[in-house]
């Protein structure tokens, strides 16, 4: 789906194309997590690196992409690094290099450790933002440090859903884009590149629940939902409109 002539939603994944800096985008992959879960006693199956890197060898066979821009939130533990993260994110390394990708991350508040990986695993490593062409990528726990000369802002960390309703009034959750304006940019919200993640649902929840600080500065309600399905992107219209069918439900 083509959101406008330089962005393209890859059908059905969590991943945004820039035509004019030829790179893929995706964000919150919480490497490790199964791992990180086990030791705190939940046993999941690992299905999570093998889920992104399914996800991320389709969006380049249909891009042909030459960078991957990871935003923010690479791994899952906040004040340390599992041996499991660092395992996945090695596999996760190399994938790139066999794919002959340039890998570019914007540290989120779940990689403090991850600079300590840049020398030797020669990754571009940029915290919390990076202007790349005339995009502004940051992960979204911080407020933009400047907006100047930037055409459309990327950010990540909200993992946006909408719930909605089917005919026997039963709850679903789909992740989704969210798409609107900034201080009179345009912004685009990642969903979250994780397997785990059902999302937040920003048609039933309060805004002021809403995780990023960007949230108490614009109306979410007047932003658009596109919604990934089943091999689909769609676009389900206003956040405004989704919050009242919700309502009535």
Known sequence: MMLNDDIELVDGLPIAYMKSIDAIACTDLHLGYEGVMAKRGVLIPKVNLK????????ALKKTRASTVIINGDIKNEFSTVDIEEFYELYEFINFAKEKGVELILIKGNHDNFVERYKRPFNLKVYNQEAKVGNYLFFHGEELPSTIKDINLLIMGHEHPAVVIYDSIDRKVKLNCFLYGY??????????????????NGVNIEPQENLLAPIFKEIDVDNMKAIVIGHGETLDFGGIGELRRVASQA
């Not at 900034?182 to 999302?199: C, D, E, Q, T």
């Open 51 to 58: 889920y992104i890197l399914e996800a991320l060898d389709r």
């Open 182 to 199: 900034y201080r009179r940019k345009r912004l685009l919200v990642l969903p979250a590149l994780n397997y785990f993640s059902s999302g």
